[in-house]
């Protein structure tokens, strides 16, 4: 029958051969009948056990001749090799964005149709793809099976363990053709060029704020809800970041490891020390064109700027006094306390 071509076997979808129509039932009933005692894992073809079990072995019997990389399937391994021809023969007929793999194509066509149809029911979020799905199920489970071997962080994905790994061997291979500056990540090198461009495609609706990173408006939508998840144990202070909370930290432990090598003063962020040196350099790198006057901090620039406004944020709630600054808010409040607390 493989030769006449005649397909006997009819579900909508037609076989030449009554073992594989077989197979294809199991897609409409749901049955997986071929059952890994391992993982407690259930397949629905004994092919596809039999791949899932060399996981168990770590047997790859299928080698790239070009790079000596193995691996469990021969279909893999023929995929592989694109990545040496460069050749991509799934076309996205919408963008022309090509790929090597006709399963990520349709993965990408996602991203034109918006569809996600990959949910998590505890939090009721979507994905559009199952990987993404896996990965997201992690933070539920707090599963990180991929553990350095230098300094045993864990965590969720194999790729990001190997990002990690370049924080040990300093291996940073993006690198920015307008400055020379060299990153670990592909990502972090295309946010990096917003910076040269000064595109910000990242918008709040609310205050019309834009920003050049996705995670950035992530945090500063936060101001919008007041949410602070990440909780001091020692002074129970919360921050809407973890990099906060460890910069936090330190004001605890006192330790201060960003240091001045003209005056030795140490600091415990790198930010604040790249200010402390343009008190030597004399530097003032922000500018009021109004009154044509520089400042060394942007956020004093800042200040400076709400003298033009007339805005005053900061409002005494005893007699409704409003202030420019926090600080001088508090200054002022010693006013009502009678408060004195500096001694001669």
């Known amino acids: 029958m493989t030769h006449t071509g005649v397909k006997p076997f009819v ?3 037609a076989f030449s051969r009554n073992k594989i129509l077989k197979t294809h039932l199991l897609t409409h009933t749901g049955e997986k009948p071929f059952y890994c005692e391992t993982y407690s894992e259930a397949f629905s073809r004994k092919k596809i056990l039999a791949i ?17 990389k193995a691996f469990s399937r021969n279909k893999i391994l023929k995929t592989h090799l694109l990545t040496h021809t460069g050749v991509k023969p799934f076309v996205c007929k ?12 349709k993965t990408h066509l996602l991203t034109h149709t918006g569809e996600k149809p990959f949910y998590c029911e505890t939090y009721s979020k979507a994905f559009s793809r199952k990987k993404i799905l896996a990965i997201h199920l992690m933070t539920h489970t707090g599963v990180k099976p991929f553990v350095c071997e230098t300094c045993s962080k864990a965590f969720p994905r194999k790729k990001i363990l190997a990002i990690h790994l370049m924080t040990h ?10 400055c020379n500056k060299a990153f670990s990540r592909k990502k972090i090198l295309k946010t990096h060029l917003f910076t040269h461009t000064g595109e910000k495609p990242f918008y709040c609706e609310t205050y019309s704020k834009a920003f050049s990173r996705k995670k950035i408006l992530a945090i500063h939508l936060m101001t919008h809800t007041g949410v602070k998840p990440f ?9 809407s970041r973890k990099k906060i909370l460890a ?9 201060k490891p960003f240091v001045c090598e003209t005056c030795n003063k140490a600091f ?40 033009h406004t007339g805005v005053k944020p900061f409002v005494c709630e005893t007699c409704n006094k409003a202030f420019s600054r926090k600080k001088i808010l508090k200054t002022h409040l010693l006013t009502h306390t009678g408060e004195k607390p500096f001694y001669c």
Do not use: D, Q, W
Not at 247 to 255: F, K, P, R, S
């Open 52 to 68: 899932h079990l060399m996981t168990h072995t770590g047997v790859k019997p299928f080698v790239c001749e070009t790079c000596n």
């Open 94 to 105: 919408t963008c022309n964005k090509a790929f090597s793999r006709k399963k990520i194509l």
């Open 247 to 255: 910069i936090h930290l330190m004001t605890h432990t006192g330790v």
């Open 11 to 13: 579900c909508n979808k």
């Open 268 to 307: 415990s962020r790198k930010k604040i020390l790249k200010t402390h040196l343009l008190t030597h350099t004399g530097e003032k790198p922000f500018y009021c064109e109004t009154y044509s006057e520089a400042f060394s901090r942007k956020k004093i620039l800042a200040i400076h700027l709400m003298t």
């Open 231 to 239: 909780v001091c144990e020692t002074c129970s202070k919360a921050f």
């Open 169 to 178: 061997t300093g291996v940073k291979p993006f690198v920015c053709e307008t």
